[in-house]
């Protein structure tokens, strides 16, 4: 009997466990509103979300925010001359830092804690693409990444799965101590 009970504790504390981690988990997994990752679907997806506001949903710097009187204005990003001279570490850098980080406008937030280093690598390819020409445009759609709505890592969905173990476990030896209980109770009449 007392096997049986230090496998019950054994039971339990695993449950309690499973059950602060899976919260852990899942309250990590929301730190982006759904909302935002329909917008976090594709590089251009991005772009319009956080950047057409200002920049214009073709990059052409005459988004929602443009008025007359912003100084500086939004750049251009289908300005093919300027393009060419910025280098890819600047495009990430003003993105990751904001652009007061390569001494342009203090107006372009940084997005370096909002965003991943890797989208922001693909978010430079398609601003780079926006000032493509229109012959080597349909490459740079072409190469335009489209990540899987893949929410669950190997660890996470590992950890739901044991869960689910455990919790089956738990199940299974409550319903046999019930049967046993049940047995017993018969036995003696």
Known sequence: MGYLLSGKKLIISSFVVLSVLSACLTAKGLEVSPREQAYLLSPKKTFEYYCSPCHGMKGKGDGTFF?????PKPRNFT???????????????????????VDKSS???????????KRIKELVVYIRGLS??????????????????????????????????????????????????????????
């Open 67 to 71: 008025t007359i009187d912003l100084k």
């Open 107 to 117: 107006l372009c937030p940084p997005w370096g804690k909002t965003l991943t280093e």
């Open 132 to 189: 493509a020409p229109e012959t080597v445009k349909p490459v740079v759609a072409a190469k335009e990444t489209v990540v899987e709505d893949k929410k669950d890592s190997v660890f996470k969905s590992s950890m739901r799965w044991l869960f689910v173990g455990v919790i089956t476990l738990a199940l299974a030896g409550g319903a046999i101590n019930e049967w046993k209980k049940l047995r017993n109770e018969s036995s003696r009449c």
């Open 79 to 101: 300005d093919v001359e300027y393009m060419q001279k910025r280098t890819d570490d600047q495009l990430i850098k003003s993105i990751t830092d904001g652009s007061k980080a």
